[in-house]
């Protein structure tokens, strides 16, 4: 027995030593998640907005291609406007046109590039070559009397100040210009071959006429007719053709016959000497 009591106190020992906190305790409670603060926010990044259209290519400068090259170079000298060295060219353009030799070749003889040997300068070629008041009038002159005016806006291209000259010797009386009715932008320009004097005429109508003109109203069409009739006046009428009645349709009756075609009968040279109804017999042999 003295075994038995020994061990139990082994066991009661043990027991008392062994720490049961851990099976009864609680795990904590779940704390609630805070709000993110505006600190927050300001942390994030923004995507930055982007303003480019991905269904339209790039635009990767002038390429490699001579042609393109080639469209690059003659649109710059038009836009610049003045004569440029051909190293100046391919500086701006980005071209090789200084080194190129059939990009050169192919510069030099587009119908818009003028060469100056002597300066070794490059210019376009416009459809104009004025650069004063004096020779865009005689341009203007000279296509008047072929029957036709000069548009402003390839003026422009030509000149960059020709419509300050076409409003001045608009202003003179020396050209007549035809504008827009939305903006009052001029369109075309035409010389004016009657001066504005007192004998032959040309002078602006007075004020006072413009006002009396506009300020008739034209009465509508019951008035009208009923001040003809007072007066004993009869509107006129269109003349309307005279179309006989049954005039463009066919005759209806009975459908005629149709015409017999001739025939033309061959062999005719034969006729009398054999009979062409029958089968061909040789002669000397017996008839089947």
């Known amino acids: 027995?003295?075994?038995?009591?020994?061990?139990?106190?082994?066991?009661?020992?043990?027991?008392?030593?062994?720490?049961?906190?851990?099976?009864?305790?609680?795990?904590?409670?779940?704390?609630?998640?805070?709000?993110?603060?505006?600190?927050?926010?300001?942390?994030?990044?923004?995507?930055?907005?982007?303003?480019?259209?991905?269904?339209?290519?790039?635009?990767?400068?002038?390429?490699?291609?001579?042609?393109?090259?080639?469209?690059?170079?003659?649109n710059h000298l038009k836009?610049?406007?003045?004569?440029?060295?051909?190293?100046?060219?391919?500086?701006?353009?980005?071209?090789?046109?200084?080194v190129d030799k059939v990009l050169l070749e192919k510069f030099k003889a587009h119908d818009r590039v003028i060469h100056d040997p002597k300066t070794d300068l490059y210019s376009y070629r416009h459809d104009f070559n004025v650069r004063n008041k004096a020779a865009l009038?005689?341009?203007?002159?000279?296509?008047?009397?072929k029957g036709g005016g000069l548009s402003v806006r390839t003026l422009k291209e030509s000149w960059k100040e020709a419509p300050q000259a076409i409003e001045e010797l608009e202003k003179e009386g020396e050209v007549y210009v035809t504008r827009t009715l939305k903006d009052g932008q001029m369109r075309m320009v035409?010389?004016?071959?009657?001066?504005?004097?007192?004998e032959q005429g040309g002078m602006p109508v007075e004020k006072e006429f413009h006002d009396l003109w506009h300020g008739l109203e034209v009465p509508n069409d019951v008035d009208l007719l009923k001040a003809l009739a007072s007066e004993g006046l009869q509107a006129t009428a269109s003349a309307a053709p005279n179309v006989r009645p049954g005039a463009g349709m066919k005759k209806k009756g009975k459908k005629s016959a149709p015409r017999q075609r001739q025939v033309r009968i061959t062999n005719t040279h034969l006729k009398g000497t054999i009979d062409l109804s029958r089968d061909y017999v040789a002669p000397g042999a017996a008839p089947k």
């Open 137 to 145: 009038l005689m341009e203007i002159q000279r296509q008047t009397r």
């Open 190 to 198: 035409f010389w004016n071959e009657v001066k504005p004097t007192e």
């Open 1 to 74: 027995m003295s075994g038995l009591a020994r061990d139990a106190a082994a066991f009661k020992s043990a027991l008392h030593r062994q720490d049961y906190t851990s099976w009864h305790s609680q795990p904590p409670g779940l704390q609630p998640q805070q709000p993110p603060t505006s600190g927050d926010d300001s942390k994030k990044k923004k995507r930055p907005k982007s303003n480019v259209v991905y269904s339209q290519p790039a635009d990767t400068g002038t390429g490699t291609n001579v042609n393109t090259q080639l469209v690059y170079l003659v």
């Open 79 to 98: 836009q610049n406007g003045n004569p440029m060295r051909l190293q100046d060219l391919a500086i701006l353009t980005n071209t090789p046109v200084d």
